[in-house]
């Protein structure tokens, strides 16, 4: 009896170890996991943010001040989920927005003729760059969400 009780211990003890070992390991994965979708979901966010600001000018050929600071301001947060190529894109985006804003509102301004003529020519400048900006964003932010496959 004895010797079946060591027995038993010497066996038991490591294969206890070893289901430790594999469920602080699953849990590991599931943890890197969730972080990885957190990742994810954070930069679709600022993919959507952009989106929406460039299919806004495209329905509506303008931008208000305050969504064009606003967006400026969330701009910002990108350095800290992307490499700096998406970041300088998206502060040129801001950027344009911010511009376009200001056009918009000197183009409709009280201004002499030829300052109303010049906002016009940018606002039409910034729109056909804005406009156009659906696909590059896609392809800035590929590399970015991908979701690779575990294996």
Same mark, same amino acid.
């Given at each position: ?11 038991? $003890?490591?294969l ?13 994965? $599931? ?29 509506d $050929?303008?931008?208000?001040? $305050? ?7 969330y701009s ?13 894109y ?8 911010i ?22 020519q ?30």
């Open positions: 009896m004895l010797l079946l009780a060591q027995i038993s211990q010497a066996v038991l $003890t490591p206890i170890a070893l289901a430790v070992a594999w469920i602080g390991y699953q849990q590991w994965k $599931t943890n890197h996991l969730k972080l990885r979708w957190e990742m994810f979901d954070r930069r679709m966010d600022v993919f959507r943010k952009c989106n929406d600001v460039i299919r806004s000018v495209n329905r $050929t303008s931008l208000g001040k $305050t969504e064009a600071i606003e967006f400026l301001r910002v947060e990108v350095q800290f989920l992307f490499g700096d190529d998406v970041y300088r998206v502060r040129e985006l801001a950027d344009k927005c511009d376009l804003a200001v056009a918009c509102d000197g183009a409709s301004g009280n201004f002499g003729p030829a300052e109303v003529a010049e906002h016009k940018r606002k039409v400048e910034l729109l056909k760059w804005i406009i156009v900006q659906s696909e590059p964003l896609a392809d800035k932010f590929r590399p970015y969400m991908q979701f690779p496959k575990q294996a």
